[in-house]
């Protein structure tokens, strides 16, 4: 039963390749973004450690910083 | 109006969002891959290479859709100047190139046991590798021009002018003679595909719809994180 499910009366290769390539797009794109947001995350944690007290106090009280920073899990 | 394109709402909902896309995601596609390898039936002429139809054929629709968004938002950053429009556009792109890639390599495979060939020049096939060159020149467009004005002018217009390739696309099969068989789905006559074939066939369009909305939302998150740290250089 599984070699008819996996054969496909000799369609197999043909059906299950084009599934494993679509599955294959999308864990591949999936891990390209997520990989490209926590390097911009960390990036982001990175600039806002080394600003000075001054200009922390002003982008501390904006949303998107906080939001920003909240999201990527900082302790900042 | 723009208050709903508002940056910080945008990825306010994006954070909150993308776990419950995810989630549906996982579900609505293991449920479509169980109705598309297992419980779909064979056709009566192509027998199981049908199957690859649930993979193909969502892609391709995802893929035109995608690009029709993009090109729509592109005119309106001319109309109405506003540059949140095109993170939007650019944010889309990268799934929208994917699933014309899955669409142009499953039916290339789907095509060696229905036609005997890999390949044929035929206006459809012609047409999706068009919109292919289209979407890498979009994206390429953000990578070519360091000048970020000149990078949204000039992607916006290589969306403009894509989108002349959409139509060409949908009928191409009633203007020329293609190896394609005519649409069996329409929205406005009733469906010439089986109810046991176009329920997978809706399930696996709404899982890849999901992925594209999962992946827009993480590029959005990224691409804004991106100008806010220019941002705080320049505070």
């Not at chain 2, 060939?117 to 994206?139: G, H």
Request: hydrophobic content about 50%; glycine content about 4%.
């Amino acid at each position: 039963m599984i070699s008819d499910l996996l054969l496909m009366n000799g369609y197999g290769i043909y059906v299950w390749s084009s599934f494993a390539f679509t599955l294959v797009g999308f864990l591949s794109l999936y891990f390209i973004i997520s990989l490209q947001l926590k390097k911009e995350q960390k990036r982001f944690e990175k600039n806002f450690s080394m600003l000075s007290d001054e200009k922390y106090n002003v982008a501390i009280n904006q949303e998107i910083y906080k939001e920003i920073l909240k999201n990527s899990g900082s302790k900042i | 109006m723009f208050d709903y394109f508002n940056p910080y709402r945008i990825f306010k909902i994006n954070s909150t969002l993308q776990k419950i896309v995810f989630f549906c995601f996982i579900i609505v596609l293991s449920i479509g891959l169980v109705e598309a390898l297992f419980l779909s039936p064979e056709d009566y002429l192509q027998k199981d290479s049908v199957r690859i139809m649930y993979v193909h054929v969502p892609a391709a629709w995802i893929s035109l859709g995608i690009f029709s968004t993009i090109a729509l938002l592109s005119f309106s950053v001319f109309v109405f100047k506003n540059k949140n429009l095109i993170l939007i556009s650019k944010s889309l792109a990268p799934s929208g190139i994917l699933f014309t890639l899955i669409a142009l390599v499953t039916g290339s495979i789907w095509g060696k046991p229905t036609w005997g060939t890999w390949w044929a020049w035929d206006a459809r096939i012609t047409s999706m590798l068009i919109l292919f060159f289209f979407y890498t020149l979009y994206l390429l467009s953000f990578r070519i021009f360091e000048d970020q004005d000149r990078s949204n002018k000039i992607s916006s217009i290589i969306a403009i002018f894509g989108a002349i390739n959409i139509p060409i696309i949908k009928f191409s099969v009633d203007w020329w003679n293609t190896l394609h068989q005519p649409a069996s789905i329409s929205l406005t006559e009733k469906s010439a595909i089986h109810s046991s074939m176009l329920v997978p066939l809706v399930i696996m369009t709404a899982a890849f719809a999901l992925f594209s909305v999962l992946i827009f939302l993480m590029k959005y998150n990224t691409e804004l994180i991106k100008i806010k740290n220019k941002g705080l250089k320049r505070l």
